[in-house]
Nanobody, 123 residues
Framework: VQLQASGGGSVQPGGSLRLSCAASGFALRDYSIGWFRQALGKGREGVSC?????????YYTDDTKGRFTISSDKTKNTVDLQMNNLKPDDTAVYYC????????????????WGQGTQVTVSS
């Protein structure tokens, strides 16, 4: 079971990035997936989760709601995170992971972590 995140990079405030998480060794119907992030000197926090193993419902934090969109493609076995109107506070390493409780989208609900991808938002 593996998760591979990609799509990070550097962008100016107000810009957009699209992250992609490719799952291998399992099907999305078996696990729900979340995006989490960790800024320098801070703990990991949930960003957005999707209940791919259930009804496909999505969860966002108050900070990401309206700016980020999570989606899944079960034919490709991928989960994407479209991030718009990025702010400097969004700067962090972003991780995708399996989650047992997508409605809470908390780091302690994670089963398997993928490797991270750096997102930097600065002018």
């Amino acid at each position: 079971v593996q998760l591979q995140a990609s799509g990070g990079g550097s962008v100016q405030p107000g810009g957009s990035l699209r992250l992609s998480c490719a799952a291998s060794g399992f099907a999305l119907r078996d696990y729900s997936i979340g995006w989490f992030r960790q800024a320098l000197g801070k703990g990991r926090e949930g960003v957005s989760c999707i209940a791919t193993s259930r009804d496909g419902s999505t969860y966002y934090t108050d900070d990401t709601k309206g700016r980020f969109t999570i989606s899944s493609d079960k034919t490709k076995n991928t989960v994407d995170l479209q991030m718009n109107n990025l702010k400097p506070d969004d700067t962090a390493v972003y991780y995708c992971a399996t989650t047992y409780y997508p409605s809470s989208c908390l780091p302690d609900s994670v089963g398997i972590w993928g490797q991270g991808t750096q997102v930097t938002v600065s002018s």
